[in-house]
């Protein structure tokens, strides 16, 4: 069974700062890796997907990056603000199924 | 938006009684999925369907059946709802390997 990890659980940062958000997973061998945002009370918003022939994906201050062979991936945002406050959940696509992360609580202090 | 919504958006019901939550797409994905989120666990798969009638279990399936007679309904029944039923439910589709979510539906067993 495929396990997905997290760390950290939470993180608080000051405006305007770069960081890195870390997701782990046990099998190799996915079909893609997914970011997502999840707002309180919420539904999740994707953010990128990253097929598992690719290295990386941007979307404006998001970068996500896919490393197979080491079991990671992780969520960079540039210039952090205070809109980026949200839980982030990554989850990778094997088989027929997807497995979730538990999330990183961001807050982004002004 | 993948045209998802979900109802009822919240409901209390008292243990024992049945519960169906109704997921519908406008777009007519063939993969649809039902998750629970609960505190420390992330999402959870617990049912999947792959087309009308094909149907197959998540990680937490016990308690729970599910039917999808049409491409754009996946119902999710409790037939006898007990309190470690109560959760966030949240209903997603797959279009081209990545998911997208529903609002959910906050569900609570007394």
């Known amino acids: 069974k495929q396990e997905v990890t997290q760390i950290p659980a939470a993180l608080s940062v000051p405006e305007g700062e770069n960081l890195v958000l870390n997701c782990s997973f046990t099998d190799s061998a996915i079909y893609n890796l997914q970011w997502f945002r999840q707002d309180p009370g919420k539904g999740l918003t994707s953010l990128l997907l990253?097929?598992?022939?690719?290295r990386e994906q941007t979307s404006g201050r998001l970068n996500a990056s896919l490393d197979k062979s080491s079991g990671r991936s992780t969520l960079y945002i540039a210039a952090s603000q205070p809109g980026d406050s949200a839980t982030y959940l990554c989850a990778d696509h094997t088989g027929n199924q997807f497995y979730f992360g538990t999330g990183t609580s961001l807050t982004v202090i002004p | 938006d993948a045209g998802i919504t979900q109802s009822p958006r919240h409901k209390v019901t008292e243990t024992g009684t049945p519960v169906t939550l109704r997921c519908h797409q406008t777009e007519n994905h063939r993969y649809m999925y039902w998750y629970r989120q609960d505190p420390g666990h992330g999402l959870r798969l617990i049912h999947y369907?792959?087309?009308?009638?094909?149907?197959d279990k998540g990680e937490v399936s016990d308690g729970y059946s599910v039917s999808r007679s049409k491409t754009e309904d996946f119902l999710l029944t409790l037939e006898s709802a007990t309190s470690s039923q109560t959760s966030v439910y949240f209903c997603a589709i797959s279009a081209g390997n990545e998911q997208f979510f529903g609002p959910g539906t906050r569900l609570t067993v007394l």
């Open positions: 990253i097929q598992s022939s690719q």
């Open positions: 369907s792959y087309g009308v009638k094909d149907t």
